[in-house]
Nanobody, 128 residues
Framework: QVQLVESGGGSVQAGGSLRLSCAAF??????????MAWFRQAPGKEREGVAS???????TYADSVKGRFTISKDNDKNTLYLQMNSLRPEDTAMYYC????????????????????WGQGTQVTVSS
């Protein structure tokens, strides 16, 4: 059973930066074998994909964050990251880490239902 624990959320002013982390526990193997992603959910809205990375390191981003967010994975530390720069008030949401061992669809962020493992989320609040 895989456990994912997010951290790094907080409150920041528009234009600022945050780095989210997602540590993976409780399994045999490494995040090397995982496809992982970040999703976010704002109040009253559906959860949406932000960025994903497959086991080969190929990344995909939602149009709304391209050029501002960077997803990366440190397989030695079994940790997923999301570097968020130039934050905007509309980035305010609960951010969730997701993972799966299967190969994800190419060039898109796989839907919610594709990922079998989820973290509890970390809140990001951006003020104007």
């Amino acid at each position: 059973q895989v456990q994912l624990v997010e951290s790094g959320g907080g409150s920041v002013q528009a234009g600022g930066s945050l780095r989210l982390s997602c540590a993976a526990f409780g399994y045999t193997g490494s995040t090397y074998y995982m496809a992982m992603a970040w999703f976010r959910q704002a109040p009253g809205k559906e959860r949406e994909g932000v960025a994903s990375i497959d086991k080969d390191g190929t990344t995909t981003y939602a149009d709304s964050v391209k050029g501002r967010f960077t997803i990366s994975k440190d397989n030695d530390k079994n940790t997923l990251y999301l570097q968020m720069n130039s934050l905007r008030p509309e980035d305010t949401a609960m951010y969730y880490c997701a993972a799966d061992y299967r190969r994800p669809p190419m060039k898109v962020i796989a839907p919610l239902s594709w990922y079998n493992y989820w973290g509890q989320g970390t809140q990001v609040t951006v003020s104007s």
